[in-house]
């Protein structure tokens, strides 16, 4: 089996019959189409029969495997936004560590895939059993899906991975949308982890900056070897050492700007 992929909205076909036991709102207010009504009720039937009686795991933490990243943490916060910035290499190969993780952990994960760069090949079939990918046409479009699917609640994980969008398309995402994800996912028990090629997303609850140097050859080596090499330091929000300067009081969150000037000089 392979994972379940919806190909953008615009392209999810009449709704089917019948309806499923997972809830799944568009945001309050927004008056939608009768054709986009019937294809969110179509994704609603495909959540449904992809996970029919997902088991929920308290709050917490969802370990990833990483050591640079489970040392700090455990893991990934469930119930808070994550933001994971770094080359699309680096990136791509976290998406694979998270997968195997999803295999481990025996939960659910969804892939929202703002440029449609996801490659399956080499990913573990148990994992992509239990993987929704949702292919989008843009980061606007992509962020309206997580939208959606953190409403759902059996989802252990959800990646959005914006890496290789054009950086002027995700900087036309106002910030309101970020602080409105990270109020819809502490509802939950969801991991939410958003993939950005540089710190943007305002109000993120820990901010990871991910490392990596390779060359050429690293094409014929195997994931689990590069992943070994690849760096990783994890900012928290409550990090009384990083928030002091950005807000002046422990516990502040670090706006992007001053996360990335801080990233630097780590790096340097």
Same mark, same amino acid.
């Given at each position: 089996?392979?994972?379940?992929?919806?190909?953008?909205? &615009? $392209?999810?076909?009449?709704?089917?019959?019948?309806?499923?036991?997972?809830?799944?709102?568009?945001?309050?207010?927004?008056?939608?189409?009768?054709?986009?009504?019937?294809?969110?009720?179509?994704?609603?039937?495909?959540?449904?029969?992809?996970?029919?009686?997902?088991?929920?795991?308290?709050?917490?933490?969802?370990?990833?495997?990483? /050591?640079?990243?489970?040392?700090?943490?455990?893991?990934?916060?469930?119930? $808070?936004?994550?933001?994971?910035?770094?080359?699309?290499?680096?990136?791509?190969?976290?998406?694979?560590?998270?997968?195997?993780?999803?295999?481990?952990?025996? @939960?659910?994960?969804?892939?929202?895939?703002?440029?449609?760069?996801?490659?399956?090949?080499? @990913?573990?079939?148990?994992?992509?059993?239990?993987?929704?990918?949702?292919? @989008?046409?843009?980061?606007?479009?992509?962020?309206?899906?997580?939208?959606?699917?953190?409403?759902?609640?059996?989802? %252990?994980?959800?990646?959005?991975?914006?890496?290789?969008?054009?950086?002027?398309?995700?900087?036309?995402?106002? $910030?309101? &949308?970020?602080? !409105?994800?990270? !109020?819809?996912?502490?509802?939950?028990? %969801? /991991?939410? +982890? +958003?993939?950005?090629?540089?710190?943007? =997303?305002?109000?993120?609850?820990?901010?990871?900056?991910?490392?990596?140097?390779?060359?050429?050859?690293?094409? !014929?080596?195997?994931?689990?070897?590069?992943?070994?090499?690849?760096?990783?330091? =994890?900012?928290?929000?409550? @990090?009384?050492?990083?928030?002091?300067?950005?807000?002046?009081?422990?516990?502040?969150?670090?706006?992007? $700007?001053?996360?990335?000037?801080?990233?630097?000089? +780590?790096?340097?």
């Amino acid at each position: 089996m392979s994972a379940v992929a919806i190909d953008s909205w &615009a $392209a999810l076909p009449e709704a089917l019959p019948g309806e499923p036991a997972i809830r799944l709102e568009p945001p309050e207010g927004l008056d939608l189409p009768e054709a986009t009504q019937e294809r969110l009720s179509h994704l609603r039937r495909l959540l449904a029969e992809k996970y029919p009686a997902a088991e929920r795991k308290p709050g917490g933490i969802l370990p990833t495997g990483l /050591a640079p990243v489970d040392a700090v943490e455990g893991g990934l916060r469930r119930a $808070a936004l994550t933001e994971l910035s770094g080359g699309s290499g680096a990136g791509a190969l976290f998406i694979h560590a998270m997968l195997r993780a999803v295999s481990r952990e025996k @939960c659910l994960a969804a892939l929202v895939d703002a440029a449609r760069s996801f490659e399956p090949e080499g @990913c573990a079939p148990s994992a992509l059993t239990r993987l929704l990918v949702v292919l @989008c046409e843009d980061p606007a479009q992509a962020v309206k899906a997580v939208d959606l699917l953190l409403r759902d609640g059996n989802l %252990s994980l959800v990646l959005l991975d914006l890496q290789a969008a054009p950086l002027r398309e995700i900087r036309r995402i106002h $910030a309101s &949308a970020w602080h !409105r994800l990270q !109020r819809l996912v502490e509802q939950t028990s %969801s /991991a939410l +982890v +958003v993939l950005t090629p540089q710190p943007m =997303v305002e109000g993120a609850r820990v901010r990871i900056a991910l490392n990596a140097q390779w060359t050429l050859s690293a094409q !014929r080596r195997w994931r689990h070897g590069l992943l070994a090499e690849m760096a990783a330091r =994890v900012f928290p929000r409550h @990090c009384a050492a990083l928030n002091g300067a950005a807000g002046g009081a422990t516990g502040g969150a670090l706006d992007a $700007a001053d996360w990335h000037n801080r990233k630097e000089s +780590v790096s340097a």
